[in-house]
Protein backbone atom coordinates (compact mmCIF):
# COMPACT_ATOMS: atom_id res chain seq x y z
CA UNK A 1 0.00 0.00 0.00
CA UNK A 2 1.05 3.38 -1.07
CA UNK A 3 2.21 5.56 2.16
CA UNK A 4 0.55 8.87 2.02
CA UNK A 5 2.26 11.71 4.01
CA UNK A 6 -0.34 14.24 5.52
CA UNK A 7 2.63 17.13 5.30
CA UNK A 8 5.89 17.96 3.45
CA UNK A 9 7.22 17.38 7.38
CA UNK A 10 6.21 13.97 7.25
CA UNK A 11 7.98 13.43 3.88
CA UNK A 12 11.44 15.10 4.94
CA UNK A 13 11.63 13.14 7.96
CA UNK A 14 11.03 10.06 6.04
CA UNK A 15 13.69 10.96 3.98
CA UNK A 16 15.97 11.59 6.05
CA UNK A 17 18.95 14.24 5.35
CA UNK A 18 21.29 12.32 3.27
CA UNK A 19 24.85 12.69 2.72
CA UNK A 20 25.83 15.69 0.63
CA UNK A 21 28.87 13.68 -0.86
CA UNK A 22 27.44 10.00 -1.19
CA UNK A 23 27.25 8.64 -4.64
CA UNK A 24 24.37 7.31 -5.17
CA UNK A 25 23.71 4.74 -8.48
CA UNK A 26 21.35 6.55 -10.45
CA UNK A 27 24.01 9.50 -10.80
CA UNK A 28 26.69 7.03 -11.62
CA UNK A 29 25.11 5.25 -14.09
CA UNK A 30 24.66 8.08 -16.32
CA UNK A 31 28.25 9.73 -16.58
CA UNK A 32 31.71 7.35 -15.84
CA UNK A 33 33.51 10.70 -15.26
CA UNK A 34 31.28 12.32 -12.59
CA UNK A 35 32.38 9.25 -10.27
CA UNK A 36 34.47 10.32 -8.22
CA UNK A 37 33.09 14.11 -7.77
CA UNK A 38 30.85 16.09 -5.39
CA UNK A 39 26.96 15.96 -6.01
CA UNK A 40 26.35 18.19 -8.64
CA UNK A 41 25.82 21.78 -7.86
CA UNK A 42 22.19 22.82 -9.73
CA UNK A 43 21.09 26.26 -11.12
CA UNK A 44 17.86 27.14 -12.98
CA UNK A 45 17.86 30.53 -14.31
CA UNK A 46 14.02 30.97 -14.66
CA UNK A 47 12.56 34.16 -17.00
CA UNK A 48 9.42 35.68 -16.97
CA UNK A 49 7.67 36.16 -20.40
CA UNK A 50 10.93 35.37 -22.39
CA UNK A 51 9.52 34.27 -26.23
CA UNK A 52 10.54 30.89 -27.69
CA UNK A 53 12.10 33.14 -30.74
CA UNK A 54 14.05 35.91 -28.30
CA UNK A 55 17.22 34.46 -28.25
CA UNK A 56 19.88 34.84 -31.07
CA UNK A 57 20.73 30.82 -30.91
CA UNK A 58 16.64 30.80 -31.68
CA UNK A 59 16.79 33.03 -34.43
CA UNK A 60 16.51 36.36 -33.36
CA UNK A 61 17.80 38.62 -35.59
CA UNK A 62 18.58 41.73 -33.40
CA UNK A 63 18.86 40.48 -29.75
CA UNK A 64 22.46 39.61 -28.86
CA UNK A 65 22.63 36.90 -26.31
CA UNK A 66 26.41 35.56 -26.78
CA UNK A 67 26.66 34.18 -23.45
CA UNK A 68 23.44 31.94 -23.93
CA UNK A 69 24.26 31.04 -27.14
CA UNK A 70 27.68 29.91 -26.05
CA UNK A 71 25.62 28.01 -23.11
CA UNK A 72 23.59 25.84 -25.61
CA UNK A 73 26.56 25.17 -28.36
CA UNK A 74 28.54 24.03 -25.61
CA UNK A 75 25.56 21.98 -24.07
CA UNK A 76 22.01 21.31 -25.39
CA UNK A 77 19.29 23.65 -27.50
CA UNK A 78 16.00 21.98 -26.70
CA UNK A 79 13.31 22.53 -29.37
CA UNK A 80 10.37 21.04 -28.16
CA UNK A 81 10.66 21.87 -24.47
CA UNK A 82 7.33 23.50 -22.32
CA UNK A 83 6.41 24.62 -19.26
CA UNK A 84 3.14 23.68 -17.36
CA UNK A 85 0.95 26.69 -17.98
CA UNK A 86 1.22 29.70 -20.23
CA UNK A 87 0.72 31.94 -17.13
CA UNK A 88 3.50 32.62 -14.05
CA UNK A 89 1.92 31.62 -11.05
CA UNK A 90 1.38 27.68 -12.07
CA UNK A 91 3.92 27.51 -14.11
CA UNK A 92 6.17 28.10 -11.38
CA UNK A 93 4.32 25.76 -9.56
CA UNK A 94 4.90 23.51 -11.97
CA UNK A 95 8.20 23.96 -12.40
CA UNK A 96 9.58 23.41 -8.51
CA UNK A 97 6.86 20.71 -7.68
CA UNK A 98 6.89 18.92 -11.05
CA UNK A 99 3.35 18.45 -10.81
CA UNK A 100 0.63 19.81 -12.87
CA UNK A 101 -0.64 22.91 -11.60
CA UNK A 102 -4.43 21.76 -11.59
CA UNK A 103 -3.03 18.95 -8.58
CA UNK A 104 -1.73 21.53 -6.32
CA UNK A 105 -5.05 24.03 -6.99
CA UNK A 106 -2.75 26.51 -8.50
CA UNK A 107 -4.50 27.69 -11.07
CA UNK A 108 -8.00 29.25 -11.79
CA UNK A 109 -10.25 29.98 -14.75
CA UNK A 110 -11.15 33.17 -12.86
CA UNK A 111 -7.75 34.48 -11.70
CA UNK A 112 -5.19 33.47 -13.52
CA UNK A 113 -2.32 34.10 -11.19
CA UNK A 114 -2.09 35.59 -7.51
CA UNK A 115 -2.36 39.03 -6.50
CA UNK A 116 -1.45 41.78 -3.72
CA UNK A 117 -4.56 40.62 -2.22
CA UNK A 118 -4.39 36.87 -2.47
CA UNK A 119 -4.97 34.69 0.35
CA UNK A 120 -3.84 31.62 -1.10
CA UNK A 121 -0.24 29.82 -1.89
CA UNK A 122 1.71 26.91 -2.70
CA UNK A 123 -0.01 24.64 0.04
CA UNK A 124 1.75 23.01 2.53
CA UNK A 125 1.60 19.56 1.79
CA UNK A 126 3.20 20.17 -1.93
CA UNK A 127 7.19 19.24 -1.69
CA UNK A 128 9.01 21.29 -3.70
CA UNK A 129 12.33 21.12 -5.17
CA UNK A 130 14.26 23.04 -2.72
CA UNK A 131 13.36 20.57 -0.44
CA UNK A 132 13.66 17.38 -1.59
CA UNK A 133 17.55 18.70 -1.93
CA UNK A 134 17.72 19.65 1.89
CA UNK A 135 17.52 16.02 1.92
CA UNK A 136 20.94 15.67 0.39
CA UNK A 137 22.51 18.55 2.62
CA UNK A 138 21.90 21.16 -0.58
CA UNK A 139 22.11 24.70 0.77
CA UNK A 140 19.12 26.32 -1.26
CA UNK A 141 18.70 29.80 -2.19
CA UNK A 142 15.81 31.42 -4.31
CA UNK A 143 16.53 34.60 -5.82
CA UNK A 144 14.20 37.06 -8.27
CA UNK A 145 10.59 36.72 -8.40
CA UNK A 146 8.49 34.25 -6.25
CA UNK A 147 4.75 34.41 -7.35
CA UNK A 148 3.51 31.45 -5.07
CA UNK A 149 1.96 33.36 -2.23
CA UNK A 150 3.01 36.39 -0.81
CA UNK A 151 1.71 35.89 2.86
CA UNK A 152 4.30 35.04 5.84
CA UNK A 153 3.35 30.98 5.42
CA UNK A 154 4.14 30.95 1.27
CA UNK A 155 7.30 32.74 1.30
CA UNK A 156 10.60 30.68 -0.37
CA UNK A 157 11.82 30.08 3.17
CA UNK A 158 8.83 28.65 4.25
CA UNK A 159 9.64 26.15 1.03
CA UNK A 160 12.94 25.03 1.16
CA UNK A 161 15.15 27.50 0.47
CA UNK A 162 17.46 28.59 3.32
CA UNK A 163 17.94 31.99 1.45
CA UNK A 164 15.15 34.55 -0.20
CA UNK A 165 16.09 37.63 -2.24
CA UNK A 166 13.68 39.11 -4.94
CA UNK A 167 9.92 40.51 -5.06
CA UNK A 168 6.80 38.30 -4.26
CA UNK A 169 4.84 38.53 -7.20
CA UNK A 170 4.37 40.55 -10.79
CA UNK A 171 6.76 43.99 -10.94
CA UNK A 172 3.49 45.10 -12.86
CA UNK A 173 1.07 44.43 -9.27
CA UNK A 174 1.14 47.15 -6.58
CA UNK A 175 0.01 49.69 -9.28
CA UNK A 176 -0.29 53.14 -7.25
CA UNK A 177 0.07 55.40 -10.13
CA UNK A 178 -3.72 56.08 -11.48
CA UNK A 179 -1.77 56.65 -14.69
CA UNK A 180 -3.28 55.87 -18.12
CA UNK A 181 -2.20 52.15 -19.02
CA UNK A 182 -0.27 53.19 -22.13
CA UNK A 183 1.58 55.81 -20.51
CA UNK A 184 2.95 54.13 -17.59
CA UNK A 185 4.10 50.91 -19.53
CA UNK A 186 5.83 53.17 -22.74
CA UNK A 187 7.09 55.31 -20.27
CA UNK A 188 7.80 53.45 -16.76
CA UNK A 189 8.99 54.59 -13.60
CA UNK A 190 9.93 52.92 -11.11
CA UNK A 191 8.07 54.27 -8.75
CA UNK A 192 4.54 53.69 -10.27
CA UNK A 193 4.79 50.27 -8.82
CA UNK A 194 4.88 49.60 -4.90
CA UNK A 195 6.72 46.03 -5.07
CA UNK A 196 8.54 44.86 -2.20
CA UNK A 197 11.75 43.79 -2.48
CA UNK A 198 12.36 41.46 0.24
CA UNK A 199 15.87 39.36 1.61
CA UNK A 200 14.32 36.01 3.51
CA UNK A 201 11.09 37.48 5.01
CA UNK A 202 11.77 41.18 5.31
CA UNK A 203 11.12 43.94 3.23
CA UNK A 204 14.01 45.57 2.61
CA UNK A 205 12.66 48.29 -0.14
CA UNK A 206 9.68 49.77 -1.40
CA UNK A 207 9.40 50.13 -3.79
CA UNK A 208 11.70 47.88 -5.58
CA UNK A 209 13.94 49.83 -8.05
CA UNK A 210 13.67 47.42 -10.84
CA UNK A 211 16.41 49.50 -13.37
CA UNK A 212 19.09 47.34 -10.75
CA UNK A 213 17.29 44.44 -10.24
CA UNK A 214 19.09 41.95 -12.92
CA UNK A 215 22.28 42.92 -11.54
CA UNK A 216 21.29 42.63 -8.40
CA UNK A 217 19.65 39.31 -8.48
CA UNK A 218 23.40 38.39 -10.39
CA UNK A 219 24.75 39.97 -7.31
CA UNK A 220 23.10 37.65 -5.12
CA UNK A 221 23.26 34.69 -7.19
CA UNK A 222 27.32 35.17 -7.15
CA UNK A 223 27.66 35.77 -3.41
CA UNK A 224 25.76 32.67 -2.73
CA UNK A 225 27.83 30.26 -4.93
CA UNK A 226 31.02 31.92 -3.36
CA UNK A 227 29.76 31.48 -0.04
CA UNK A 228 28.71 27.73 -0.72
CA UNK A 229 31.47 27.11 -3.06
CA UNK A 230 32.79 23.91 -0.68
CA UNK A 231 29.31 22.48 -0.22
CA UNK A 232 26.28 21.08 -3.22
CA UNK A 233 23.98 24.21 -3.65
CA UNK A 234 20.59 24.63 -5.52
CA UNK A 235 20.04 28.08 -7.01
CA UNK A 236 16.83 28.86 -8.08
CA UNK A 237 17.26 32.21 -9.94
CA UNK A 238 13.66 33.79 -11.33
CA UNK A 239 14.85 36.60 -13.23
CA UNK A 240 11.43 39.97 -12.97
CA UNK A 241 12.46 40.66 -16.44
CA UNK A 242 11.32 40.68 -19.68
CA UNK A 243 7.98 40.93 -17.61
CA UNK A 244 6.68 44.51 -18.47
CA UNK A 245 7.36 47.23 -17.06
CA UNK A 246 10.70 46.89 -18.85
CA UNK A 247 13.44 48.30 -16.83
CA UNK A 248 16.70 47.98 -18.10
CA UNK A 249 20.23 49.45 -15.59
CA UNK A 250 22.22 52.49 -17.50
CA UNK A 251 24.54 50.77 -18.84
CA UNK A 252 22.25 48.98 -21.18
CA UNK A 253 19.72 51.10 -21.93
CA UNK A 254 19.55 52.07 -26.04
CA UNK A 255 22.13 49.39 -26.47
CA UNK A 256 20.28 47.16 -28.38
CA UNK A 257 18.53 47.24 -31.80
CA UNK A 258 15.84 45.25 -30.34
CA UNK A 259 15.00 48.68 -28.30
CA UNK A 260 13.74 48.51 -24.73
CA UNK A 261 12.73 44.59 -25.01
CA UNK A 262 16.31 44.06 -26.32
CA UNK A 263 18.03 45.46 -23.74
CA UNK A 264 16.40 43.97 -20.65
CA UNK A 265 17.19 40.72 -23.21
CA UNK A 266 20.78 41.55 -24.04
CA UNK A 267 21.12 42.37 -20.14
CA UNK A 268 19.82 39.11 -18.98
CA UNK A 269 22.62 37.27 -20.86
CA UNK A 270 25.05 39.48 -19.84
CA UNK A 271 24.64 38.77 -16.32
CA UNK A 272 24.19 35.01 -17.19
CA UNK A 273 27.62 35.36 -18.98
CA UNK A 274 28.64 36.55 -15.28
CA UNK A 275 27.39 33.39 -13.68
CA UNK A 276 29.35 31.16 -15.97
CA UNK A 277 32.52 33.49 -15.81
CA UNK A 278 32.27 32.74 -11.37
CA UNK A 279 31.69 28.70 -11.65
CA UNK A 280 34.57 28.60 -14.31
CA UNK A 281 36.75 31.25 -11.81
CA UNK A 282 35.43 29.01 -8.91
CA UNK A 283 36.38 26.08 -10.90
CA UNK A 284 33.26 24.73 -10.53
CA UNK A 285 31.55 24.41 -14.48
CA UNK A 286 32.68 20.62 -14.05
CA UNK A 287 29.96 19.85 -11.08
CA UNK A 288 27.24 22.15 -11.84
CA UNK A 289 24.14 21.75 -14.37
CA UNK A 290 22.55 25.04 -15.47
CA UNK A 291 19.51 25.18 -16.75
CA UNK A 292 17.91 28.37 -18.07
CA UNK A 293 14.67 28.80 -19.67
CA UNK A 294 11.44 30.78 -18.97
CA UNK A 295 7.95 30.76 -17.28
CA UNK A 296 5.74 31.58 -20.40
CA UNK A 297 5.40 32.71 -23.43
CA UNK A 298 5.63 36.60 -24.55
CA UNK A 299 2.79 39.04 -23.72
CA UNK A 300 3.51 39.88 -27.80
CA UNK A 301 0.25 41.22 -28.31
CA UNK A 302 -1.18 43.31 -25.77
CA UNK A 303 2.00 45.26 -25.27
CA UNK A 304 3.34 45.14 -28.65
CA UNK A 305 6.91 46.13 -29.37
CA UNK A 306 7.05 45.78 -25.64
CA UNK A 307 6.47 42.40 -25.21
CA UNK A 308 8.89 39.35 -27.00
CA UNK A 309 8.56 36.82 -29.80
CA UNK A 310 7.20 33.68 -29.94
CA UNK A 311 9.19 33.53 -33.50
CA UNK A 312 7.57 30.97 -35.86
CA UNK A 313 5.17 29.46 -33.09
CA UNK A 314 1.76 30.81 -33.22
CA UNK A 315 -0.20 33.04 -30.29
CA UNK A 316 1.93 34.09 -27.19
CA UNK A 317 1.35 34.27 -22.95
CA UNK A 318 -2.08 33.12 -21.21
CA UNK A 319 -2.78 31.23 -24.50
CA UNK A 320 -2.56 27.35 -24.94
CA UNK A 321 -1.22 27.43 -28.65
CA UNK A 322 2.32 26.91 -28.82
CA UNK A 323 3.72 30.32 -28.93
CA UNK A 324 2.24 30.45 -25.09
CA UNK A 325 3.78 27.18 -23.75
CA UNK A 326 7.18 26.09 -25.80
CA UNK A 327 10.00 27.77 -24.18
CA UNK A 328 13.84 27.74 -25.22
CA UNK A 329 15.52 25.80 -22.86
CA UNK A 330 19.38 25.21 -22.24
CA UNK A 331 21.03 22.58 -20.37
CA UNK A 332 24.84 23.27 -19.84
CA UNK A 333 26.96 21.18 -17.86
CA UNK A 334 30.71 21.15 -19.56
CA UNK A 335 32.26 17.44 -19.31
CA UNK A 336 28.82 15.41 -19.41
CA UNK A 337 26.08 16.33 -21.25
CA UNK A 338 26.13 15.48 -24.59
CA UNK A 339 26.20 18.30 -26.58
CA UNK A 340 23.68 19.13 -29.15
CA UNK A 341 20.13 20.16 -30.32
CA UNK A 342 17.33 17.91 -28.67
CA UNK A 343 14.22 17.95 -31.16
CA UNK A 344 12.61 15.12 -28.22
CA UNK A 345 9.81 16.69 -26.01
CA UNK A 346 10.65 17.82 -22.47
CA UNK A 347 8.95 19.79 -19.82
CA UNK A 348 10.07 22.09 -16.67
CA UNK A 349 7.70 19.32 -14.76
CA UNK A 350 11.04 16.86 -15.52
CA UNK A 351 13.24 19.18 -14.27
CA UNK A 352 12.26 17.92 -10.12
CA UNK A 353 12.91 14.06 -11.61
CA UNK A 354 15.51 14.67 -13.45
CA UNK A 355 17.28 16.49 -10.41
CA UNK A 356 16.03 14.09 -7.56
CA UNK A 357 17.50 11.47 -10.10
CA UNK A 358 20.66 13.01 -10.81
CA UNK A 359 21.67 13.42 -6.87
CA UNK A 360 19.73 10.40 -5.15
CA UNK A 361 17.20 12.41 -3.55
CA UNK A 362 13.82 10.46 -2.70
CA UNK A 363 11.01 11.19 -5.15
CA UNK A 364 7.80 11.39 -2.99
CA UNK A 365 5.93 8.34 -3.96
CA UNK A 366 2.51 9.45 -2.19
CA UNK A 367 1.12 11.11 -5.04
CA UNK A 368 1.20 11.72 -8.57
CA UNK A 369 4.49 13.32 -10.13
CA UNK A 370 4.04 14.22 -13.55
CA UNK A 371 7.80 14.98 -14.44
CA UNK A 372 9.97 12.57 -16.21
CA UNK A 373 13.40 11.57 -15.79
CA UNK A 374 15.28 13.23 -18.60
CA UNK A 375 18.67 11.78 -17.65
CA UNK A 376 18.75 9.77 -21.13
CA UNK A 377 18.65 12.61 -23.51
CA UNK A 378 21.10 14.76 -21.18
CA UNK A 379 23.92 11.92 -20.93
CA UNK A 380 23.49 10.51 -24.93
CA UNK A 381 22.04 7.33 -23.93
CA UNK A 382 18.54 7.23 -25.23
CA UNK A 383 15.25 9.48 -26.10
CA UNK A 384 13.02 11.15 -23.96
CA UNK A 385 10.82 9.34 -21.92
CA UNK A 386 7.97 12.54 -22.53
CA UNK A 387 5.81 11.80 -25.22
CA UNK A 388 2.50 14.10 -23.78
CA UNK A 389 2.35 17.43 -23.02
CA UNK A 390 -1.30 18.53 -21.37
CA UNK A 391 -1.83 22.07 -22.37
CA UNK A 392 -4.32 23.49 -19.56
CA UNK A 393 -5.53 26.65 -19.47
CA UNK A 394 -6.59 27.53 -16.01
CA UNK A 395 -8.66 24.49 -14.61
CA UNK A 396 -9.71 23.23 -18.23
CA UNK A 397 -7.61 21.12 -20.15
CA UNK A 398 -7.38 22.94 -23.62
CA UNK A 399 -5.05 20.91 -25.94
CA UNK A 400 -3.45 17.72 -25.61
CA UNK A 401 0.02 16.72 -27.59
CA UNK A 402 1.20 13.17 -28.12
CA UNK A 403 4.05 12.82 -30.22
CA UNK A 404 3.95 14.62 -33.59
CA UNK A 405 0.55 15.33 -32.67
CA UNK A 406 -1.47 17.90 -31.18
CA UNK A 407 -5.68 18.00 -30.75
CA UNK A 408 -7.18 21.08 -29.66
CA UNK A 409 -10.37 20.93 -27.95
CA UNK A 410 -10.64 24.75 -27.38
CA UNK A 411 -8.87 27.37 -28.65
CA UNK A 412 -8.67 31.28 -26.95
CA UNK A 413 -6.44 34.31 -27.49
CA UNK A 414 -4.08 34.58 -25.03
CA UNK A 415 -5.39 38.28 -23.82
CA UNK A 416 -8.23 40.22 -25.05
CA UNK A 417 -10.97 42.64 -24.42
CA UNK A 418 -13.37 40.31 -27.03
CA UNK A 419 -11.57 37.43 -27.16
CA UNK A 420 -13.95 34.27 -27.22
CA UNK A 421 -13.40 30.29 -26.44
CA UNK A 422 -14.02 28.01 -29.34
CA UNK A 423 -15.05 24.80 -29.12
CA UNK A 424 -13.58 22.20 -31.61
CA UNK A 425 -15.56 19.04 -32.23
CA UNK A 426 -13.89 17.18 -33.84
CA UNK A 427 -10.84 18.54 -32.49
CA UNK A 428 -8.40 20.36 -34.32
CA UNK A 429 -5.60 18.62 -34.91
CA UNK A 430 -1.53 19.26 -36.26
CA UNK A 431 1.09 17.87 -37.12
CA UNK A 432 3.97 19.72 -34.83
CA UNK A 433 7.07 18.42 -36.58
CA UNK A 434 5.79 19.61 -39.98
CA UNK A 435 3.76 22.51 -39.04
CA UNK A 436 5.29 23.89 -36.04
CA UNK A 437 2.97 26.76 -36.48
CA UNK A 438 0.00 25.16 -36.44
CA UNK A 439 -1.59 26.85 -39.82
CA UNK A 440 -2.92 23.12 -41.25
CA UNK A 441 -6.06 21.36 -39.42
CA UNK A 442 -5.48 17.72 -40.27
CA UNK A 443 -8.39 15.95 -38.07
CA UNK A 444 -10.42 14.65 -40.99
CA UNK A 445 -7.76 12.95 -42.55
CA UNK A 446 -6.49 11.64 -38.83
CA UNK A 447 -9.12 10.24 -37.06
CA UNK A 448 -7.56 7.69 -35.80
CA UNK A 449 -4.98 9.57 -33.84
CA UNK A 450 -7.74 12.31 -32.31
CA UNK A 451 -9.21 8.95 -31.32
CA UNK A 452 -5.97 7.92 -29.62
CA UNK A 453 -5.47 10.94 -27.75
CA UNK A 454 -8.92 11.24 -26.44
CA UNK A 455 -8.18 7.95 -25.06
CA UNK A 456 -5.05 9.80 -23.49
CA UNK A 457 -7.26 11.99 -22.00
CA UNK A 458 -10.04 10.09 -20.68
CA UNK A 459 -6.93 7.71 -18.43
CA UNK A 460 -5.51 11.33 -17.26
CA UNK A 461 -8.83 12.56 -16.08
CA UNK A 462 -9.53 9.06 -14.32
CA UNK A 463 -6.47 9.53 -12.08
CA UNK A 464 -6.60 13.56 -11.96
CA UNK A 465 -7.50 14.76 -8.04
CA UNK A 466 -7.55 18.60 -8.81
CA UNK A 467 -6.31 20.64 -5.35
CA UNK A 468 -8.34 23.27 -3.19
CA UNK A 469 -8.14 26.22 -5.71
CA UNK A 470 -5.49 28.79 -3.96
CA UNK A 471 -6.14 31.73 -6.23
CA UNK A 472 -9.34 32.67 -5.90
CA UNK A 473 -8.67 32.88 -2.00
CA UNK A 474 -8.50 36.91 -1.37
CA UNK A 475 -7.70 38.70 1.51
CA UNK A 476 -10.76 39.65 3.94
CA UNK A 477 -10.78 43.23 4.97
Known amino acids: MQKVFSSRRDFLRTAGLGIAYTMVPQFLTCSKSIRKEKLPNIIIIFCDDLGYGDLGIYGHPTIKTPNLDRMALEGQKWTNF ?8 PSRAGILTGRLPIRSGMCSSKRRVLFPDSAGGLPESEITLAEVLKTKG ?33 NDMDDVSKLPWKQKFWNPKTEYWNVPLMQNEKVIERPAEQTSLTKRYTDETIKFIKNNKNNPFFIYLAHTMPHVPLFASKNFQNRSLRGLYGDVVEEIDWNVGRILRTLN ?40 WEGGMREPAIFWWPGH ?12 MDIFTTICKLTGAKIPDDRIIDGVDL ?4 FGTGPSPRKTIFYYRGTKLYAVRKGSYKAHFFTEPGYGKNRKVKKHNPPLLFNLEQDPSERFDISKEHPEIIADILETVKKHKAKLVIGENQLEKIIKK
Open 375 to 378: RPVL
Open 337 to 348: IKKGTITDIGST
Open 138 to 170: YKTACIGKWHLGHLPRYLPTKNGFDYYFGIPYS
Open 82 to 89: YVAASVCT
Open 281 to 320: DLKLSSNTLVIFTSDNGPWWLTYKELGGSAGLLRGGKGST
